[in-house]
């Protein structure tokens, strides 16, 4: 197979038409739909099947495109280790963060680069962790901050993960309503502040374990919105450490319970990114906020 026609197909699966691909390719969509035929005469059938809305991957085409991205990941690596090369300490880094890790780690590590290189960039985007490490995956960002809880995020071996340290999640309850020993009857009777389906998982399941059923009333990924809501009474909610960093409401009471575990936060990065001078510089950086910010339970990482 011809390697630019695989690029050229990565572009029109990720795009999701040939008209939006010619544009980003500054070519003609006849010129695309001529290469994609000929790609799919090399690989033996259809890739796309064109619809009303754009194109949809055959199963050829999804097993295609992760080999696609991996290329194109492997290419982009191969222009920064070289531009590295040349001028040392140079180029832009692709970075992508969940929203607590924008607010505390990033600000300091990416200031701290620009005083030590310059002539380095970074360009971030704040994205939940699965969104995160299916951008690297695809080769769309060199480092992703992510999390797991109660351990490390589920790896299938793709990405290399680099721990960064681990943090408590805290209870946040309006001041003066709870009792000194907080236990399962009195958090059974409160309204929660929650995130969205995806993002209240864990709280839930944590209630789960203690036998009872979180009344779920209130919901906002925004932690600066959540304190609010509890400083006001609308309930009660938890809260990692990073986000109470971050901002910390004055009129919230913020106490700790095992009940809800601990955040496992690090960086994961497609195998040899950090052989590149500038995903390496800013990796270090990382490292040192988190040891700032996680303590010593960045040790080690």
């Known amino acids: ?73 492997a290419l982009h690596l191969a222009g920064e280790e070289l531009g590295a090369l040349a001028q040392r300490h140079s180029g832009v880094v692709r970075l992508a963060s969940f929203p607590s890790g924008v607010a505390t780690l990033v600000p300091p590590a990416v200031r701290s680069l620009r005083a030590d290189h310059p002539g380095v960039g970074v360009s971030l985007v704040e994205t939940e962790p699965p969104e995160a490490w299916a951008s690297v995956l695809a080769g769309e960002t060199d480092v992703a901050l992510v999390f797991g809880y109660d ?28 009792p000194t020993e907080l236990d399962t009857p009195w958090l059974a009777e409160q309204d929660w502040v929650a995130g969205c389906a995806r993002c209240r998982q864990h709280l839930v399941s944590c209630c789960h374990g203690a036998g009872f059923e979180p009344r779920l009333l209130h919901e906002s990924d925004d932690y600066v919105a959540v304190q609010n809501l509890v400083a006001h009474g609308f309930g009660v909610t938890v809260l990692p450490q990073l986000a109470l960093s971050a901002f910390r409401h004055p009129d919230v009471e913020v106490r700790r319970s095992t009940l809800f575990g601990e955040r496992h936060v690090g960086m994961v990065h497609r195998r040899g990114a950090e052989a590149v001078p500038v995903i390496r510089a800013l990796m270090e950086r990382l490292q040192v906020c988190a040891r700032g910010l996680l303590g010593a339970s960045a040790a080690g990482s």
């Open 151 to 178: 351990g490390p995020p589920d790896d299938d071996g793709s990405l290399s993960w680099a721990p960064l340290g681990v943090e408590p999640i805290h209870l946040v309850i309006p001041p003066g309503t709870a």
């Open 1 to 73: 197979m011809d390697p630019r026609r695989v690029l050229m197909f990565r572009v029109v699966a990720r795009t999701g038409s040939l008209s939006a691909a010619a544009r980003e390719l500054g070519t003609t969509q006849s010129a695309v739909s001529q290469q994609l035929r000929q790609l799919e005469r090399e690989a033996g059938g259809p890739l796309l099947l064109r619809t009303a809305r754009g194109t949809q991957l055959t199963e050829a085409g999804a097993s295609l495109l992760g080999h696609a991205d991996v290329m194109h990941g």
